[in-house]
C-alpha cells in the first residue's frame, strides 16, 4: 500500500512538472513569435554586457544573417564602440548599460550602432532592465534605424536656414525706405503744416501711422529671422 502511494505520488509530481514544461515551452514559443514578428530590433544582454538574444528583424539592420555570431559576445565591442563623430566610445561610459548598471530606462535618439562591414546608421532605442525574481539580471534594448528622419530633419534645418536668411535680407530691405516714408512724413508735418490744411495731414499722419506698424512687422521679421 506504501508503494502504490508512493508510485501514486511520483506520477502526479511528474504530470505536474510536465504540465510546467509544457507551459513554459508555449510561452517560450509566444515570445519568439513576438521577437521575430516585430520590425524593431531587439537585443538582451546579461549583467556583463553580453549578447542573451537577438532578433532578425535586429540582425538584418546589423547585417548579419544568424545570431550565433553575436551569442555570448560583448555587443558594445561589436555593435556600438564608436561615437557618432568618430571618436571611441568606452564601454563604462555606454548609455545602454546604464539600464541594468543603473536600474533605470534609457531612450535616446543621438546614437549610431555599427554593422557587420564596419558602416554605422543613426538610431534610436530604448533600454530596459530585465528583472528574475526582483533581481536585475540585464537588459533588454530595442532599437529602430532612424536614417531617413535624421535626413528630413536635415533637410528641414536647411529650408528653415534659407528662409531664415531671406526673411533677414528683406527686412533689412526694406528698413530703409520704410524710415524714409516715416522721415519724409514727419517732415511735412513740421515744414508744411499750414500749407497742406487739415486734411492733407490727417492724410499725411495715416501714412506715417502705417509706416511705424510696417517698421515694428520688420522688426518682428528680424528678431524671427535672429
Known amino acids: 500500500a506504501l508503494m502504490l502511494l508512493f508510485m501514486a505520488d511520483l506520477l502526479f509530481v ?68 564608436t561615437r557618432a563623430d568618430g571618436s571611441a566610445y568606452p564601454a563604462d561610459e555606454c548609455r545602454i548599460c546604464h539600464a541594468y548598471l543603473h536600474n533605470r530606462k534609457i531612450h535616446l535618439d543621438d546614437e549610431v550602432l ?14 530596459y532592465p530585465l528583472y528574475k525574481d526582483k533581481k536585475t539580471v540585464g537588459a533588454v534594448v530595442s532599437f529602430l534605424d532612424i536614417t531617413e528622419r535624421k535626413l528630413a530633419e536635415q533637410k528641414l534645418k536647411a529650408v528653415n536656414e534659407e528662409l531664415d536668411a531671406f526673411v533677414y535680407t528683406v527686412s533689412h530691405d526694406l528698413r530703409t525706405p520704410i524710415s524714409a516714408v516715416i522721415g519724409y512724413s514727419d517732415l511735412l508735418k513740421d515744414a508744411h503744416r499750414e500749407e497742406l490744411g487739415e486734411e492733407a495731414m490727417e492724410l499725411v499722419k495715416i501714412i506715417e501711422q502705417q509706416g511705424e506698424k510696417m517698421a515694428m512687422i520688420v522688426d518682428d521679421l528680424l528678431a524671427l529671422a535672429t
Open 114 to 127: 555599427w554593422r557587420k562591414d564596419g558602416s554605422s546608421f543613426p538610431v534610436e532605442y530604448w533600454s
Open 14 to 81: 511528474l504530470v505536474q512538472r510536465r504540465k510546467t514544461e509544457n507551459t513554459l515551452t508555449e510561452s517560450s514559443l509566444k515570445t519568439r513569435l513576438l521577437l521575430n514578428s516585430t520590425a524593431e530590433g531587439i537585443y538582451g544582454l546579461d549583467l556583463e554586457g553580453n549578447c542573451t538574444f537577438f532578433n532578425p528583424a535586429g540582425l538584418k539592420l546589423l547585417g548579419y544573417q544568424g545570431e550565433s555570431k553575436l551569442l555570448g559576445r560583448n555587443l558594445h565591442k561589436i555593435i556600438h564602440h
